[in-house]
């Protein structure tokens, strides 16, 4: 398996996780650490700007989804 499949394999992994859990990965539940380390690793290759143009849009794309399934306070 080439490291582009592997990429695209955890990428898949992480966006069934966020529509089946609304939610990104959490560092409290031990089965999804693995999902976890895979965006931290990725938001710090994006933050420093290394990053290939195609695996960016994607990872962004995302990165919205998740925010997406964020609560706002309804008090603020």
């Known amino acids: 398996m080439t490291r582009e499949e592997l990429w695209e394999k955890n990428y898949a992994a992480v966006w069934q996780f966020v529509q089946q859990n609304h939610r990104g990965p959490s560092r409290h539940h031990k089965e999804e650490f693995r999902l976890l380390n895979w965006m931290k690793y ?11 143009p195609v ?16 609560r706002v306070n309804q008090y603020m």
């Open 42 to 52: 990725n938001r710090k290759i994006l933050n420093q700007k290394q990053m290939e």
């Open 55 to 70: 695996r960016k849009e994607k990872f962004q794309k995302l990165q919205e989804l998740i925010h997406s399934f964020h």
